[in-house]
């Protein structure tokens, strides 16, 4: 028997497995599949505060975006702090940028046009300003995702972290009304505590507990130039149009140019969002739609060839906010899930947060607006 069991072994229930075990739990992750098999693999790795409404996301980011510098020290994350660049068309965009950086709050230059060349020196002309976020980087996300879980299991002599892949849960183990466990293809699990970090199946998940959770998969695609002899783009560079279509609710579909390069040389281009399912054709509107905003926004890259692209399902909520605590309606049962894009830069804070929860101490950070209970 575990104290607890985390369902779940992409990066945020890596990271809520190793808090756990670094506060000395006894932690066993089950997933069906592999490590990162789900919408940690497909993600570009961002570690971002610039993409923030200022309220409790942006203290989440804050909090996670510490706790990642701190994991990086131990080595081994391809972990790159290279900031962001936000940048504008008109006028009138560099001034809701240069507005939304002053309530943030957070470390931040804006960049006149003349100054966009001295940060990106192959970005597009005409541009008209720009903010630069220090504090954003990159992760890579599989990687992460394995560190965690393997530092876990290695370096925690008073807690231990076992993970189990290739096993479905299929329901709960009750006693009572709380949750004591878990039904899986392989026999009953037993725990003090689960937590639900199924990302973007959390909802079904939720569902074999006999609670709703509205997390929805929303599909976006990626694409991957082939490795560069020399590094084009030094930070992680996006269009305002980004932070709108994060925020935005609208199931159809919404692109905005993202662009960044990674130790191997290639670069990642994005970013596109549409609610249609877990439908995984490849769109090859949508991939033309992101290659163009890409070099308009680069025109180096028009002559770099795409060897890949691929996709992937953010696990959406309705409030744009993560669902991470206790269940109220299963006690027993806490919830990690629902994280959208941000997922892979929230997971450290998640998974700290939810360790002082299952150890009784008092939380770094007020839980009550990503509570479970909101959507009773």
Known sequence: ????????????????????????LDVTVLDRGPVAGGTT????????????????ELDLALLSNRLWRELAEHGGFEYEPKGGLVVA?????????????GKQGVEHTVVPDTELHGYEPHLADG?????????????????????????????????????RTGVTVTGFVRSGERVTGVRTDHGDILADAVVNAAGTWGGQVAALAGV???????????????????????????TAAYVTNVASDSADLETSA????????????????????????TSIPVLRRLAAQAT????????????????????????HLPVIGPDPR???????????????????????????????????????????????
């Open 258 to 281: 993202v662009v960044e390069g990674t130790p191997a040389g290639s670069v990642l281009i994005g970013a596109s969002r549409e609610r249609v399912g877990f439908d995984r054709t």
């Open 89 to 101: 068309e008109t006028g009138e965009v560099q001034r809701q940028l240069v507005e939304l950086a």
């Open 1 to 24: 028997m575990s104290d607890v069991i985390v369902i779940g072994a992409g990066v945020v229930g890596a990271a809520c497995a190793y808090y756990a075990a670094a506060a000395g």
């Open 127 to 163: 541009l008209t300003g720009g903010v630069f976020y220090p504090q954003d980087a990159q992760v890579q996300p599989m990687l992460a995702a394995a560190r965690l879980l393997r530092h876990g299991a290695d370096s925690f002599g008073h807690g231990a972290l076992r993970l």
């Open 41 to 56: 693999g497909a993600g570009e790795g961002n570690v971002l505060v610039s993409d923030k409404e200022p309220g409790p």
């Open 296 to 319: 308009a926004l680069f025109p180096v890259l028009r002559n770099r060839r795409v060897i890949r692209s691929y996709c992937g399902f953010r696990p959406y909520c309705p409030d």
């Open 212 to 238: 709703e959770l509205p997390i929805l998969p929303r599909r976006g695609f990626i694409l991957v130039t082939e490795p560069l002899r020399e590094p084009l783009i030094r930070h992680k560079v996006y």
């Open 330 to 376: 299963a006690p027993g049962l806490l919830h990690a899930c629902g994280h959208e894009g941000a997922g892979i830069g929230l997971a450290p804070a998640t998974g700290h947060l939810l360790a002082q929860l299952l150890s009784g101490e008092r939380t770094a950070l007020d839980l009550a607006p990503f509570s479970p209970g909101r959507f009773a």
